[in-house]
């Protein structure tokens, strides 16, 4: 089970930080992966963190102003987001794959079909 956390309102240039608490599963032999949505778009990858945080991966438009982490002491996943933009608001997701190494390989934009578990979401809302 993966629990999202952290959302909130913010202005352009701010920051937040999320959080994806993860239960019930050996959290450090796995992936995770976040995603956002838009209502009415398809969900779209923002980056991810390998087991042993051997790969992390951002997707283009958020390179340089998100940081993903992991702590596998806390079974805990973060998003680190600066600078954040209008075009950022969106409820953002995590996910994590079926199999263990698997779901985060370098400069391998992800695909949200490689990921079995999501958190619920949180609402990151962004106010120019």
């Known amino acids: 089970q993966l629990q999202a956390s952290g959302g909130g309102l913010v202005q352009a240039g701010g920051s937040l930080r999320l959080s994806c608490a993860a239960s019930?599963?050996?959290?450090?032999?796995?992936?995770i992966a976040w995603f956002r949505q838009v209502p009415g778009k398809e969900r779209e990858g923002v980056g991810c963190?390998?087991?042993?945080?051997?790969?992390?991966f951002y997707e283009d438009p958020v390179k340089g102003r998100f940081t993903i982490s992991r702590d596998d002491a806390k079974n805990t996943a973060y998003l680190q987001m600066n600078n954040l933009k209008s075009e950022d608001t969106a409820i953002y997701y995590c996910?994590?794959?079926?199999?263990?190494?698997?779901?985060?390989?370098?400069?391998?934009?992800?695909?949200?079909?490689?990921?079995?578990?999501w958190g619920q979401g949180t609402q990151v809302t962004v106010s120019s």
């Open positions: 996910a994590t794959p079926l199999a263990s190494d698997y779901g985060c390989w370098r400069d391998t934009p992800l695909k949200y079909q490689w990921y079995n578990y």
């Open positions: 019930g599963f050996t959290f450090d032999d796995y992936a």
């Open positions: 963190i390998s087991r042993s945080n051997s790969v992390i």
